[in-house]
Nanobody
Framework: QVQLVESGGGLVQPGGSLRLSCAAS????????MAWFRQALGEQRKFVAV???????NYAASVKGRFTISRDNAKNTVYLQMNSLKYEDTAMYFC???????WGQGTQVTVSS
């Protein structure tokens, strides 16, 4: 079993930045890829970004060029640096480990003036 705990969400103005963190604990030896998803109110959960153990990344088109996913394997932590935030980035952000389908509890990001 793997437990995921996200942090770093909050209220930010349009154009601002936030950095989300997700710390994994438990059977972390089994972790390969780590990902971020988001879910806006009334919408389905959507893919944001993923990073492999070796650092290969992939992004949703809506965030490419603004968001950066990274990880610290020694700390079993994945990060999401979010820049140039827009109103439409407002959502609950969830950390995910695809293998085993583990999810964190989410952290809220609200972009508002």
């Amino acid at each position: 079993q793997v437990q995921l705990v996200e942090s770093g969400g909050g209220l930010v103005q349009p154009g601002g930045s936030l950095r989300l963190s997700c710390a994994a604990s438990g059977s972390t030896f089994s972790i390969n890829a780590m990902a971020w998803f988001r879910q806006a109110l009334g919408e389905q959960r959507k893919f944001v970004a993923v990073i492999s153990t070796g650092g290969a990344t992939n992004y949703a088109a809506s965030v490419k060029g603004r968001f950066t996913i990274s990880r610290d394997n020694a700390k079993n932590t994945v990060y999401l640096q979010m820049n140039s935030l827009k109103y439409e980035d407002t959502a609950m952000y969830f950390c995910n480990i695809p293998e085993g389908n583990y999810w964190g509890q989410g952290t809220q990001v609200t972009v508002s003036s």
